[in-house]
């Protein structure tokens, strides 16, 4: 288990992989996003996407997936998250495409009110399989510190 303390500022990850498929984008779209051109191939034809594209939240989604089985297999004493900051959805993501995340640890500290928490900020960036970035993030993080006491 890995602690505010344990981090490391700079510190980067590179994992995921999580091949898009044309049914997850028409569910998604459909159940949460439903725009023509995420469940349509004829309206994505006329749009900038050329194609069916995925929307961007099912992008987020997908990317926070992938986030969460690192955080499986590496983990840490993570306590949520309070937002992010700057999202950016760089280039379409289509069914077929693969992607992977990057993260860099950009910050950390301690809380200034709570001794037991810790607060990071890092910066995700998603690419598909030509190495493209289809979209960035900076998340902000809570996470347990070692020795700051305990939780209220």
Not at 7 to 14: D, K, T, Y
Not at 31 to 54: M, V
Not at 61 to 89: C, F, I, K, N
Not at 107 to 125: D, F, M, V, Y
Request: proline fraction near 5%; hydrophobic fraction near 40%.
């Amino acid at each position: 288990m890995r602690y505010l303390e344990d981090l490391v500022v700079g510190e980067m990850a590179s994992f995921g992989a999580h091949r898009v498929t044309r049914e997850e984008v028409l569910e998604f779209a459909s159940r949460y996003d439903p725009q023509p051109f995420h469940l349509s191939d004829e309206a994505a034809a006329e749009t900038q996407f050329g194609r069916l594209a995925a929307s961007g939240w099912h992008t987020a989604a997908m990317t926070m997936a992938m986030l969460v089985a690192h955080w499986q297999a590496h983990p840490q004493a993570g306590l949520g998250s309070p937002g992010l900051d700057e999202l950016r959805w760089l280039r379409p993501v289509y069914p077929g495409d693969t992607l992977r995340c990057e993260t860099e640890l950009l910050a950390k500290r301690a809380s200034a009110t709570r001794p037991e928490l810790g607060i990071t900020k890092a910066r995700t960036t998603v690419f598909n399989q030509n190495g493209e970035p289809v979209m960035t993030f900076v998340a902000n993080g809570l996470i347990r510190a070692r020795t700051g006491g305990e939780l209220a």
